[in-house]
């Protein structure tokens, strides 16, 4: 059975930077695409980066592009985002999803096609 646990969440002030993890279970990393999202009070969930099965080709939104990367660790099946220079306005529940095709993440990331889901992990970013 796939499942996502996502893990990493905190308060952190302006400038600061965060790691959270994604640990995947039922099935390899190299057999999924990931994608990050995350819903902030009052707004819609929106996509955050992705990476796609097979090519490992990212996409991103355009306000993370420079700040957001993500990386593997294939021993533990786990993927990071890591989060830099955090603005107030990062501030959100975050999690992961992933798709056993290559659909969901090409040069947009589409949230529908994501069918299995982590819980999310609260991120604040205040002073």
């Known amino acids: 059975q796939l499942q996502l646990v996502e893990s990493g969440g905190g308060l952190v002030q302006p400038g600061g930077s965060l790691r959270l993890s994604c640990a995947v279970s039922g099935v390899s990393l190299d057999y999924i695409s990931i994608g990050w999202f995350r819903q902030a009070p009052g707004k819609e969930r929106e996509g955050v980066l992705c990476v796609r099965k097979g090519s490992g080709n990212i996409t991103y939104t355009d306000s993370v592009k420079g700040r957001f990367t993500i990386s593997r660790e294939n021993a533990k099946n786990t993927v990071y985002l890591q989060m830099n220079s955090l603005k107030p306005e990062d501030t959100a529940v975050y999690s992961c999803?992933?798709?056993?095709?290559?659909?969901?993440?090409?040069?947009?990331?589409?949230?529908?096609?994501?069918?299995?889901w982590g819980q999310g992990t609260q991120v604040t970013v205040s002073s």
């Open positions: 999803a992933v798709d056993t095709s290559t659909l969901s993440c090409r040069s947009v990331i589409d949230e529908s096609r994501f069918p299995v």
